[in-house]
């Protein structure tokens, strides 16, 4: 059924479920894990000057530490006998689109991701990765709580 499970980990508890919950479903359906990261870089406008400067963009987290966030859940995974693979994903632009982008290129048979609980109007403002990606994702969508 799930032949090939994408799952998009972060540092939040759900993410921590939602790797327990791909362990469980990858065992019994036999499935290839893909676990991703979207490593955030956001353009920040330049400093007030009189010399016109584009936007920079910023590192909200190391490689290191992105890299570090996708081997600890493949090696949970692996743990548990499940075949698993990490990529971190250096993201400009919204971490969903690079997500769905992976899942495509994967040809996973079901995405899963933790809800990180924002609240509605924090969604509404800057918009969430996990809304994004139940509303375009060309196949199911499992959201963990």
Known sequence: MFERILLSVDSS???DKAVRT???????YSSTVLVVHGRDLRA??????????P????????????????D???EALRKDGVEARGEVLTA?????????DAARVF?????????RGMSRLHQMVIGSVANKIIQLASCPVLLVR
Do not use: F, Q, Y
């Open 22 to 28: 791909v362990g469980d479903l990858a065992r019994r």
């Open 107 to 115: 040809n996973a048979d079901l995405i899963v991701l933790g809800s």
């Open 13 to 15: 508890a759900d993410s």
């Open 55 to 70: 936007p920079r963009a910023i590192d909200l987290e190391t490689e290191e530490e992105a890299r570090k966030i996708v």
């Open 92 to 100: 400009r632009g919204h971490i969903a689109d690079h997500i769905l």
């Open 44 to 53: 920040v406008p330049p400093p007030a000057t009189s010399t016109p400067m």
């Open 72 to 74: 600890d859940a493949v």
